[in-house]
């Protein structure tokens, strides 16, 4: 059975079993190595879809803040990587995943796993990651920096960029009132 379809069923049964735990999961029918290799269609579609639920669930995993679930797909992940030959990506993934399981203390590994997103409107399923938020921040620091046009210099643009909070605050609070 090859990576896909693995995935595929090891994704299903889990679902079934923490979503709907009454659910029987029927047993999915097994194909022989010769009926894999003869329908590649089907083969190229169900990876599709498994990557695709891998998908769609790091990024409900991020919208709800859940560091252990993140912390799972990024464990599945680590080996996509290194089987699609992404030794960048593997190596970021095993560092993370380094750092949680054997470097940093209990304490400090717990905050890296649970402390990755942010939530900034609240309610529910509104997070987004730290490093996105960093984005926008840097986004909006730059359109500062423009409108000083010749005037920037390293003294000004220190000093906007330690108001630059105050500044965030201040946008959220009139695009609240309009």
Same mark, same amino acid.
Request: proline share 4%.
């Given at each position: 059975?090859?990576?896909?379809?693995?995935?595929?069923?090891?994704?299903?049964?889990?679902?079934?079993?923490?979503?709907?735990?009454?659910?029987?999961?029927?047993? @999915? =029918?097994?194909?022989?190595?010769?009926? !894999?290799?003869?329908?590649?269609?089907? %083969?190229? #579609?169900?990876? &599709?879809?498994?990557?695709?639920?891998?998908?769609?669930?790091?990024?409900?995993?991020?919208?709800?803040?859940?560091?252990?679930?993140?912390?799972?797909?990024?464990?599945?992940?680590?080996?996509?990587?290194?089987?699609?030959?992404?030794?960048?990506?593997?190596?970021?993934?095993?560092?993370?995943?380094?750092?949680?399981?054997?470097? @940093? =203390?209990?304490?400090?590994?717990?905050? !890296?796993?649970?402390?990755?997103?942010? %939530?900034? #409107?609240?309610? &529910?399923?509104?997070?987004?990651?730290?490093?996105?938020?960093?984005?926008?921040?840097?986004?909006?620091?730059?359109?500062?920096?423009?409108?000083?046009?010749?005037?920037?210099?390293?003294?000004?643009?220190?000093?906007?960029?330690?108001?630059?909070?105050?500044?965030?605050?201040?946008?959220?609070?009139?695009?609240?009132?309009?």
């Amino acid at each position: 059975m090859d990576f896909c379809n693995l995935l595929t069923i090891l994704l299903y049964h889990r679902h079934e079993r923490e979503i709907h735990p009454e659910f029987i999961a029927p047993e @999915l =029918p097994t194909q022989t190595d010769n009926d !894999l290799s003869d329908d590649s269609m089907f %083969n190229y #579609h169900q990876c &599709k879809m498994a990557f695709g639920l891998l998908i769609r669930g790091f990024e409900d995993a991020v919208k709800e803040g859940d560091g252990r679930r993140l912390f799972e797909i990024y464990k599945l992940l680590l080996l996509i990587y290194k089987s699609h030959k992404h030794p960048k990506y593997a190596s970021v993934t095993l560092h993370y995943l380094i750092k949680v399981c054997a470097i @940093l =203390p209990e304490f400090e590994a717990e905050r !890296l796993e649970w402390n990755r997103v942010v %939530n900034l #409107h609240g309610g &529910k399923a509104c997070n987004i990651p730290l490093d996105l938020l960093k984005e926008h921040q840097n986004k909006l620091l730059k359109i500062l920096w423009k409108g000083l046009g010749p005037n920037l210099d390293e003294q000004s643009a220190a000093r906007i960029a330690g108001t630059l909070d105050a500044v965030e605050l201040t946008l959220h609070n009139i695009d609240a009132d309009c």
